[in-house]
């Protein structure tokens, strides 16, 4: 009640509300196969701390977790996994590509090598470089989570059957 006696509504849509909460807990599942791998493990600690952002729990299960960073390259055989493991995760997912060699498939222009993991499964944000800075990577979250707020990621959208794979 106001001070004038008047009363005050509030008023949202659920799914808003529900984007607010998941854009600020953002379970993470690494998947790294090269050097941005390793990059990738500075982002996380207690110099760039990317828990600040809402990315603080590391979960090495896909069942546990809503976000797949895929850093390095993806060859032939390992394409089949990573899309298991995309598959495992509950639904809504989301996938960022970390790197040149993940976005792109960098210097490795063979047969072997995916030429981009977008090939391969849905991804919601790029991170460039080679490899990408961890200023970038937190940049990329925190872009991602602009998308989730606003429900435009890939899961989202097919969540509401606004696109299909």
Known sequence: MAKD??????????????????????????????????????TLCSDYDMSRFGAEVVRFSPRQSDLLIVAGIVNSK??????????????????????????????????????????????DIYVPGCPPAPEGVINGLMRLQEMIQRGETQSQRRERGTITI
Request: hydrophobic share 45%; with cysteine; glycine share 10%.
């Open 78 to 123: 390992m394409a089949p996994v990573m899309r298991n493991v995309y598959d495992q995760m509950a639904d809504p997912k989301f996938v960022m590509s970390f790197g040149a060699c993940a976005s792109s498939g960098g210097i490795f222009n063979v047969y072997s090598v995916a030429q981009g993991i977008d090939t391969i499964l849905p991804v």
């Open 5 to 42: 006696g008047s009363t005050g509504y509030l008023t949202t849509r659920v799914d808003a509300v529900v984007n607010y909460f998941r854009k600020n807990s953002v379970w993470p599942l690494p998947f790294g196969t090269s050097c941005c791998g390793i990059e990738m493990m500075a």
